[in-house]
């Protein structure tokens, strides 16, 4: 004769479900569809733009190079006053801050050397190597995945 129990079930598995979805819904947000803040402090690209008029003298940087924070990228020679007896230093364009990473990898180059350029001009688009986008896409699926089963066992045990 087969003895029969009755175990009261518990709510771990929706408890734990619920949690999963709220946490896999929060991933989709910052890894998907990310705020003005979120961008901020971990940008997608970084432009590095010249301050002054004038020439571009030296050009370090060609698209799929990997750099480091504050990398010389570009040296602008600035237009100098008519009659001047020195031309002007030439001004280093770093690559700056790339956010949290430390590299980055030139995506495109928008000037060539000895290419005039104004104030603002940008003249290449790093993108910084950051682990935060990738990190939160994957916790996203994963916390989906893991609220889906959460949930089936729950149905399945109740």
Not at 14 to 26: E, T
Not at 60 to 76: D, F, K, L, Q
Not at 103 to 120: I, L, N
Request: net charge neutral; charged share 20%; proline share 6%.
């Amino acid at each position: 004769m087969a003895r029969r129990y009755t175990v009261e079930g518990t709510n771990d598995f929706l408890i734990a479900a619920v949690f999963l979805l709220g946490l896999g819904i929060w991933a989709v947000k910052d890894g998907w569809f990310p705020s003005s803040k979120v961008l901020e402090r971990h940008p997608l690209e970084v432009a590095v733009v010249s301050p002054v008029d004038g020439i571009v003298a030296d050009l370090n940087a060609v698209a799929g190079m990997n750099i480091s924070t504050n990398h010389v990228v570009a040296r602008v020679r600035p237009a100098g006053a008519a009659g001047a007896a020195q031309p002007p230093e030439p001004v280093d364009l770093r690559s700056g801050k790339l956010g949290d990473a430390a590299d980055g990898t030139v995506m495109e180059v928008r000037s060539a050397r000895h290419d005039a350029v104004k104030q603002g001009d940008t003249i290449a688009i790093i993108a910084p190597d950051e682990h935060f986008y990738p990190f939160n896409k994957s916790l996203a699926v994963l916390s989906l995945i893991g609220a889906v089963v959460c949930a089936v066992i729950h149905r399945a045990v109740k």
